[in-house]
């Protein structure tokens, strides 16, 4: 078990690890302003963005630059430093350290080497998108960016197809209409999302839907494509034990058995609530009541 108390007769210092605004500056903390300028340096994620930010609170820290592309080299250094008494700060371009950013490595070889790591929390992308989603917020799962590549997208999506809890998904505004495709036919065109882009700033929008109607909406300009974007889509929805199908998929089978053909109704209803298409044709040899309870 690794203890992050102070070793030993000298004092190292402490890695403090600091949440910065996602986007409004007002949602800087007086604490997070207050460490980054009691530390002897600032490990950034990029030192351009981060200097624009330490500029405005009249920060004049030293920095150093600490990106996924460097940090393995930068532990060492960072080590000597905290082993000499030195206070450092971890900050990334926005938001909370090692969401979806670098620090990770660092963080565990500085516990490894019992020194203090400790946090600043505040803004953070993944939580205030969560906050206002509309969404279930008690079981939640955060997948951090896709794959780049579309066929190891789909397979990472068929493999969370089944997911019992909140999927929250980080995009870009290059890949998020094709990525919005791929998660409707995986994960079902029906099932509910939300998307929240840019926020905390000035043109932030929250657009609830569920996947198609989100994929349909950003393809055609109806709601703008660009800026940074948290994707939130709905749990699986429970299943029946014996049959593997959902309580929705079984009622909106049971709607469109009553006017098609059973053949025509269980690709329709497959296509619709992302259920497999034989367990639903199975389904309908069963008596009526036994899906279209819901009703």
């Known amino acids: 078990m690794t203890s992050s108390a102070n070793k030993g007769s000298h004092k190292p210092g402490t890695l403090w690890v600091v949440a910065t605004p996602i986007g409004n500056l007002g949602d800087m903390s007086h604490r997070a302003v207050e460490v980054l300028n009691q530390v002897k340096v600032i490990a950034a994620e990029d030192t351009r963005r981060t200097g624009t930010l330490l500029n405005h609170f009249g920060i004049t820290t030293p920095m150093l630059s600490c990106h996924e592309h460097n940090e393995v080299a930068r532990i060492e ?115 509910p999302a939300a998307i929240a882009r840019e926020l905390t700033k000035i043109f932030e929008s929250v657009s609830s839907g569920t996947l198609s109607e989100l994929r349909v909406a950003l393809a055609s300009g109806d709601e703008p494509a660009k800026g940074e974007f948290v994707v939130l889509i709905a749990s699986h929805p429970e299943t029946d034990p014996d049959t593997g199908v959902s309580e929705e998929a079984r009622r909106v089978l049971g709607v469109l058995t009553a006017e098609l053909p059973p053949s025509q109704a269980a690709k329709l209803a497959a296509a619709i609530t992302g259920a497999k298409r034989k367990q639903l044709y199975e389904l309908i040899a069963e008596p009526v009541e036994k899906f279209d309870k819901n009703q």
């Not at 080590?79 to 990334?92: F, H, K, P, T």
């Not at 794959?147 to 890949?175: D, I, M």
């Open 77 to 191: 250094e960072l080590l000597g430093r905290l082993e000499r008494g030195e206070d450092v700060a971890l900050v990334s371009d926005a938001g909370t350290p090692l969401v979806s950013d670098p620090g990770f490595p660092l963080v565990r070889e500085v516990r490894a080497r019992g020194i203090r790591v400790s946090p600043v929390p505040g803004p953070s992308a993944l939580t205030a998108a969560l906050s206002v989603a509309g969404l279930p917020t008690d079981r939640f799962v955060f997948e951090g960016f896709l794959p780049f590549r579309r066929e190891a997208r789909r397979k990472h999506l068929a493999r969370l197809a089944g997911e019992q809890r909140t999927l929250v998904f980080y995009e870009s505004t290059h890949r998020i209409v094709e990525m919005l495709a791929d998660c409707a036919e995986i994960l079902g065109p029906e099932r």
